[in-house]
């Protein structure tokens, strides 16, 4: 057996790692019928060995920690030594990955800076007079950069720059840059703009946050820059940034991290005259008060590339010398024009995601770019560096069509650069009914549109993290993306907005909420301040959402093996859900409430059920602390906190039942068990209230069924009613319970709430909310139907990493035929499935070195298989397989 993509994988680029790797690899398919009964990882830096596991005998293959201390700039290669259960070895071809700065001590750079809050170049010359064999440069840009040497940018990337809290933590970005260097004299300039680290904006354009109490992190934008430089002949030159560095202003004259982009270009005439122009003003090495307070750690998720160039389709005129072009698709998007004029000249460029029914732009926000031409004859080329925006449509102001205008500028052409995060395409799904496609590629980009360096709520409005996608659209973005290194930046996130001891808030709510150590509020970073209570609940403290620490990354191990997030998140998360526990054990005070009941209620419930609205809170954050405490209890086994992991389940089991006291009704009229809605006067049977506790294990076994029937009875009509809290356990418990087929009727209702309904209206993306008129048309939070396609429709699961698989699909009503791939972290798994004249045929691809247990669909009556590998016996349409490929026939 011969290890193959073998890689870091807590390290997205195999570049930047400071400490301890983990390891990772896949087998192919040539390697079916054997298993891995041991390892060894052999991890050199050029001729010396420094880490040798030795053999290990175990089967895993992923999340293995190399622990030895690493050295800055190096290139490091793994070799994989693989023992099958024959006994044979064999090796992996060699891998590779460099290291990032290895301790604070190790940075030999100066943050340097023009002293400025807007966007400037600085820079240096070097000399290089030998042989160079390697080169390896480390950058921090804030808020965001672009690196270039010899007039090559580093690294393929857009929008360099982490967005964290830059109090806590600062990310820093490592490049080879071996290639860019040349012979003799060669340059580097580091680009600066604002990002989120100094908000700027300029003529009232949209800058959501500067009204939710954004604070900037620093004074003057800054950077910090060290190279490494290896020659042949074994020597090495350091380059790095200090007050000998020279300045210049960028000729991007506003730098909004919200989309809008003012750029002169009469002031640039390229890198050849930045090098070598006189007068260049010296920068400043920053004083300590005025330095970022974070950490300096490296950037391990995967940065934001250009994903797909799209092309105008249509051009319509809009009024008089307005122009809007067509790119046929929504997206988070940097727009680029195409126009030619005289210097000095300024247009208006405004990305767009509606168009009313007149044909007319409607702007969701404040957002545009001002490009002021060179002129000089030539057609120039120009997109945002620094920012990017939401749209469909790109509407450019002040220009004409005609070459031979003298007066205004004519616009040539538009492109969208469609920017997302690098994370790998990991699903792929087909099948006779073209809608499931349709609806499936509808959120897939509204997913895409939403991974940034953060997981944002829009990349038009907000462009913030609020949490809860991060379990309830968890398993869909994972059957989609492998985004398992950028989850673990999201938990970073969360640990870095958790409220310290003595950090306090009180909101102005008719119930004022305290806000106090141990809360995770409901966005990371904390670019905004929630605090004011809009009569709908607290929008700073919603369980549902601070739960993530645990819920996100209890579906992260699922997908990718991934423990070490436990561990992570293990602190923050006992203070998070003892901060919540006691909240609920202060309902009565907090609420003047009279009663015997106990309830977590100060958040928002089934958001999103209408634009803007919530309901149930009661019901449904109760049910989350609940399931916190058990998911706390196994992080505390997991951790050897045994005695925190009794206490855990102690609370839990208190908390259950005081829910089922206070809710849990029976009507004798109907002779019905349900869980009734506390927040309403009269009997209320909402789908969510029903589909939450099951799912969490809530209901009292002897109520189970009856419970279960009440939920059908709710959606019995083919039409769910939930917001994005309850969404994702309606379709799991239906699922559950065998009605996919009322799942099926839910989503292609032609009148909403329903996906299939966005689709006839002309979406590109997920909308917001349940409506055609949503806010947001690139919103990826009800999205949670990805999930269903993969794991009930093709029927992929696995609770344990994709080392055992469960594979169960399910032809839906009329469908005639599926076909879906997942890369898993263990390798592809593929269901083929297709429906027959009175027979079924369905072939399955197994990773090597994983074991599955296959569900044959039973279609018909007595359907009977037999397996192309005649050592494969199916009983009762059951079998358990290893890795490998094998086809399947029913006959009767």
């Not at 982490?162 to 260097?181: A, C, G, N, P, R």
């Not at 009440?710 to 083919?718: F, H, N, R």
Request: aromatic share 12%.
């Amino acid at each position: 057996m011969k290890a193959e993509q073998v890689k870091l994988q807590n390290c997205a680029v195999q570049a930047g790692i400071e400490r301890m790797p983990v390891i990772k690899w896949e087998y192919s398919q040539k390697d079916a019928g054997y298993e891995q009964k041991a390892y060894r990882m052999i991890i050199s830096e050029g001729t010396k060995k420094v880490y040798d596991s030795g053999t290990v005998y175990s089967s895993r293959q992923n999340g293995l920690e190399a622990d030895f201390p690493l050295h800055t700039h190096k290139k490091y290669q793994i070799i994989i030594e693989i023992t099958d259960n024959t006994g044979y070895k064999e090796k992996s071809d060699p891998a590779y990955f460099i290291s990032g700065i290895c301790g604070q001590s190790e940075w030999r750079g100066k943050w340097i800076s023009n002293m400025t809050k807007k966007p400037f170049f600085t820079g240096t010359r070097f000399d290089v007079g030998k042989e160079v064999s390697a080169a390896y440069l480390s950058v921090c840009g804030l808020g965001q950069y672009e690196a270039v040497i010899n007039e090559k940018k580093a690294g393929s990337s857009v929008l360099n720059g982490s967005w964290t809290d830059f109090h806590k933590q600062v990310h820093y970005q490592t490049y080879d840059v071996t290639e860019h260097l040349c012979s003799g004299e060669n340059n580097i300039s580091i680009e600066v703009g604002n990002g989120w680290y100094i908000a700027d904006t300029s003529e009232d354009r949209h800058f959501y946050t500067l009204n939710h109490r954004y604070q900037p992190y620093g004074k003057y934008l800054t950077c910090m820059v060290q190279m490494t430089i290896y020659f042949a002949d074994g020597s090495q030159k350091n380059v790095f940034s200090d007050g000998n560095w020279w300045t210049a202003p960028s000729p991007a004259l506003l730098a909004n991290v919200y989309g809008s982009e003012d750029y002169d270009a009469g002031k640039w005439s390229g890198y050849s005259e930045l090098y070598h122009r006189t007068g260049k003003e010296k920068a400043v090495e920053m004083k300590e008060e005025d330095l970022p307070g974070g950490h300096l750690t490296p950037m391990l998720y995967p940065p934001v590339i250009v994903k797909k160039i799209y092309e105008t389709r249509k051009i319509t005129e809009q009024g008089k010398n307005c122009y809007v072009f067509d790119l046929g698709q929504n997206m988070s998007g940097q727009f680029e024009i195409h126009v030619k004029g005289k210097k000095g000249q300024k247009i208006k460029i405004t990305p767009v995601e509606k168009i009313n029914a007149e044909g007319r732009c409607e702007k969701t926000t404040e957002t545009w770019c001002n490009y002021i031409l060179s002129g000089g004859g030539e057609t120039e080329i120009w997109r945002p560096k620094f920012s990017y925006a939401a749209g469909r449509w790109i509407m450019v102001e002040g220009v004409t069509r005609k070459h031979d205008n003298d007066v205004l500028p004519c616009i040539i052409d538009v492109k969208g650069y469609f920017v997302t995060s690098a994370a790998e395409d990991t699903g792929f799904f087909s099948c006779s009914d073209k809608r499931y496609e349709q609806i499936h590629d509808l959120v897939k980009r509204a997913v895409e549109s939403n991974l940034n360096h953060i997981h944002t709520d829009c990349p038009s409005i907000e462009k913030l993290g609020w949490l809860e996608p991060n379990h309830l659209m968890g398993p869909s973005i994972m059957y989609l993306k492998n985004v398992d290194t950028l989850w673990e930046k999201i938990s970073a996130d969360m640990r870095a907005a958790q409220y310290e001891d003595g950090e306090r808030d009180r909101d102005t709510g008719c119930f004022p909420h305290e806000y106090s150590a141990g809360l995770i509020p409901s966005i990371a970073p904390r670019y905004a301040k929630f605090i004011t209570d809009c009569g709908e609940g607290s929008f700073w403290d919603i369980i549902p959402w601070g739960s993530s620490i645990l819920l996100a990354a209890d579906i992260q191990n699922q997908f990718y093996g991934n423990s070490r997030v436990i561990r992570e998140n293990y602190a923050a998360a006992k203070k998070y859900v003892d901060y919540q526990y006691q909240k609920y054990q202060d309902y009565p005070s907090i609420y003047h409430h009279s009663g015997s009941e106990h309830f977590i209620r100060h958040g928002l419930g089934d958001w999103g059920i209408q634009q803007n609205k919530g309901e149930c809170r009661e019901n449904l954050e109760t049910a989350f602390l609940f399931k916190d405490l058990c998911l706390l209890s196994e992080f505390s086994f997991i951790n050897g906190d045994r005695e925190a992991g009794v206490e855990y389940q102690m609370k839990a089991s208190e908390v259950r039942d005081a829910y089922n006291k206070a809710l849990l009704k029976y009507d004798e009229a109907s002779d019905q068990w349900f869980y009734d809605a506390f927040d309403c006067k009269d009997k209320k049977i909402t789908q969510a209230n029903q589909a939450i506790p099951l799912y969490f294990g809530m209901v009292p076994e002897e109520k189970r069924t009856p419970v279960e029937k009440s939920l059908l009875q709710v959606t019995g009509k083919g039409r769910f009613c939930s917001g994005e809290i309850g969404l994702r356990f309606i379709f799991r418990t239906l699922a559950g319970l065998g009605r996919n087929d009322l799942i099926q009727d839910m989503i292609m209702q032609e009148e909403h709430p329903s996906y299939y309904r966005f689709i006839q209206q002309g979406e590109t993306t997920l909308p917001e909310f349940w409506r055609d008129d949503a806010r947001s048309r690139n919103h990826d939070m009800m999205g949670q139907i990805v999930e269903w396609f993969y794991s009930e429709v093709a029927g992929i699961t696995s609770k344990d990493g994709f080392g055992s698989i469960r594979i169960a699909p399910q032809l839906v009503k009329d469908l005639k035929w599926l076909n879906c791939e997942y890369h898993a972290i263990t390798g592809k798994i593929q269901v083929r499935c297709e429906k027959r004249a009175e027979t079924c045929y369905m072939a399955v691809t197994v990773p090597v070195n994983t074991h599955a247990v296959i569900h044959l669909p039973q279609i018909y009556d007595n359907m009977v298989y037999t397996c192309s590998q005649p050592d494969v016996h199916v009983q009762n349409g059951v079998c358990h397989v290893p890795g490998g490929v094998y086809e399947f026939w029913s006959h009767h």
